[in-house]
C-alpha cells in the first residue's frame, strides 16, 4: 500500500470486503480489536463515521460506501498500473482454472468477459466449470471461483464483481385469478416456484418491517431459466435476480406482487486461496473481471 494513501485504508478495504472484522484480522494477521482501533483512527482522522457496527451486523454508511468504492477504484488502479509494467516485460499465459455461477450470468455476462480475456491473451488456456455444488477451492485446485451470496470461509480472498437486485414476480394472469397480496405472510396462501434460495427475507421499503419466509415450492429447480419460464406461464410466485426479469418486468409481462417489499441483493464475488502463491496470469484475470464490472456498474449508474 502506498504511503500516499490514508492510514488505515488496506484494514478498512479488508473489513468491507470480507465482512468482517473477524475475518479480516485473520486475512490481515492481526487481532480483532487492532483493526477495530485502525478503523476508529481512520473514521476520527477523515472526521466521518465509515462503518455501522453492531453484534450482529456490519454495514457501510452512505459516506463510507462512496469512500469504499472510489478507494477501491483507486487501488485497482495502482493495481493495475503495476500489473502492466510487469507484462511488459512478461508474456501471459498458462492455464486458469475456474469454477463459476452458471445460468444466464455465466453463459452471456461472465462467459464472454473470459472469452475477451483469452482473445487479448492468446497464450491463455482456460477451463471453465458451471458446477453447481459449492467446490472447494484448495481441494478442488480451482485458481478462482465466482459466486454468489454471502461468503464464509476466511481462507479465502473474497473481491465483489457487482451486486443485483432480486425481484419478487408473477405473471398477471396468475395475480388476476389469486387472492391480493398485503405482506409476505400472505406467501403462504400461494403457490411459490423456488431455486436455490429456501427462505425469502423481506424488508418493507417504509417502515423498515422485515419478515422471513421459508419456501416450500411446488416446482423446485435451481436453473433459473425454468423458474423464470415456469413464473411466465403463470404456474406461481418466484424469486428472480435482475439479470433473468428485468425487461420482463418494463414490458409488463411479469409483475411485482409485493411492491413495497424489498428482497436483498445478491453480491457476486470472486475468491481465489489466500495462501497460495497467485500468479501473474490469475493477477491479470483478476483485475481484468474487476475493472470490466467496475465499468458496466458506470454505465448503468
Same mark, same amino acid.
Given at each position: 500500500? @502506498?504511503?500516499?494513501?490514508?492510514?488505515?485504508?488496506? =484494514?478498512?478495504?479488508? !473489513?468491507?470486503?470480507?465482512?468482517?472484522?473477524?475475518?479480516?484480522?485473520?486475512?490481515?494477521?492481526?487481532?480483532?480489536?487492532?483493526?477495530?482501533?485502525?478503523?476508529?483512527?481512520?473514521?476520527?482522522?477523515?472526521?466521518?463515521?465509515?462503518?455501522?457496527?453492531?453484534?450482529r451486523s456490519l454495514s457501510l454508511s452512505p459516506a463510507g460506501e462512496t469512500f469504499y468504492q472510489l478507494s477501491r477504484q483507486g487501488v485497482d488502479q495502482l493495481e493495475h498500473?503495476?500489473?502492466?509494467?510487469?507484462? *511488459?516485460?512478461?508474456?501471459?499465459?498458462?492455464? /486458469?482454472?475456474?469454477?463459476?455461477?452458471?445460468?444466464?450470468?455465466?453463459?452471456?455476462?461472465? *462467459?464472454?468477459?473470459?472469452?475477451?480475456?483469452?482473445? %487479448?491473451?492468446p497464450k491463455i488456456e482456460i477451463e471453465l466449470s458451471f458446477s453447481s455444488t459449492r467446490e472447494d477451492l484448495i481441494e478442488s485446485q480451482y485458481d478462482l471461483v465466482v459466486?454468489?451470496?454471502?461468503?464464509?470461509?476466511?481462507?479465502?480472498?473474497?473481491?465483489?464483481?457487482?451486486?443485483?437486485?432480486?425481484?419478487? !414476480?408473477?405473471?398477471?394472469?396468475? !395475480?388476476?385469478?389469486?387472492?391480493?397480496?398485503?405482506?409476505?405472510?400472505?406467501?403462504?396462501?400461494?403457490?411459490? +416456484?423456488?431455486?436455490?434460495?429456501?427462505? $425469502?427475507?423481506?424488508?418493507?421499503?417504509? @417502515?423498515?418491517?422485515?419478515?422471513?419466509?421459508?419456501?416450500?415450492?411446488?416446482?423446485?429447480?435451481?436453473?433459473?431459466?425454468?423458474?423464470?419460464? *415456469?413464473?411466465?406461464?403463470?404456474?406461481?410466485? @418466484?424469486?428472480?435476480?435482475?439479470?433473468? !426479469?428485468?425487461?420482463? +418486468?418494463?414490458?409488463?409481462?411479469?409483475?411485482?406482487?409485493?411492491?413495497? $417489499?424489498?428482497?436483498?441483493?445478491? %453480491?457476486? @464475488?470472486?475468491?481465489?486461496?489466500?495462501?497460495?502463491?497467485?500468479?501473474?496470469?490469475?493477477?491479470?484475470?483478476?483485475?481484468?473481471?474487476? =475493472? *470490466?464490472?467496475? /465499468? %458496466?456498474?458506470?454505465?448503468?449508474?
Amino acid at each position: 500500500m @502506498s504511503a500516499n494513501f490514508p492510514q488505515g485504508l488496506r =484494514e478498512f478495504l479488508t !473489513v468491507v470486503e470480507s465482512q468482517s472484522f473477524s475475518k479480516a484480522a485473520e486475512q490481515l494477521n492481526i487481532s480483532r480489536a487492532r483493526v477495530s482501533q485502525i478503523i476508529s483512527r481512520l473514521e476520527k482522522d477523515m472526521g466521518v463515521q465509515l462503518l455501522y457496527r453492531s453484534t450482529r451486523s456490519l454495514s457501510l454508511s452512505p459516506a463510507g460506501e462512496t469512500f469504499y468504492q472510489l478507494s477501491r477504484q483507486g487501488v485497482d488502479q495502482l493495481e493495475h498500473a503495476v500489473l502492466s509494467a510487469q507484462n *511488459a516485460h512478461a508474456s501471459i499465459g498458462g492455464q /486458469i482454472r475456474i469454477n463459476a455461477v452458471g445460468g444466464l450470468f455465466g453463459e452471456e455476462i461472465l *462467459a464472454p468477459l473470459l472469452l475477451r480475456f483469452m482473445r %487479448d491473451n492468446p497464450k491463455i488456456e482456460i477451463e471453465l466449470s458451471f458446477s453447481s455444488t459449492r467446490e472447494d477451492l484448495i481441494e478442488s485446485q480451482y485458481d478462482l471461483v465466482v459466486r454468489m451470496g454471502s461468503l464464509t470461509n476466511s481462507n479465502l480472498i473474497g473481491r465483489r464483481l457487482t451486486r443485483y437486485a432480486n425481484y419478487l !414476480v408473477a405473471s398477471p394472469a396468475y !395475480v388476476e385469478t389469486m387472492p391480493k397480496l398485503n405482506s409476505p405472510k400472505d406467501l403462504l396462501d400461494h403457490t411459490l +416456484i423456488n431455486g436455490s434460495v429456501k427462505r $425469502w427475507s423481506f424488508t418493507h421499503l417504509n @417502515s423498515k418491517e422485515k419478515y422471513e419466509l421459508p419456501v416450500q415450492g411446488k416446482l423446485k429447480c435451481s436453473n433459473g431459466h425454468v423458474v423464470k419460464q *415456469a413464473t411466465l406461464e403463470g404456474l406461481g410466485i @418466484s424469486r428472480q435476480p435482475a439479470y433473468y !426479469v428485468e425487461q420482463d +418486468i418494463q414490458s409488463g409481462r411479469l409483475i411485482q406482487p409485493l411492491p413495497d $417489499w424489498q428482497l436483498p441483493h445478491s %453480491d457476486v @464475488s470472486l475468491l481465489y486461496p489466500k495462501s497460495r502463491n497467485i500468479s501473474l496470469r490469475v493477477k491479470a484475470l483478476v483485475h481484468y473481471l474487476v =475493472e *470490466a464490472f467496475s /465499468i %458496466d456498474a458506470n454505465k448503468n449508474a
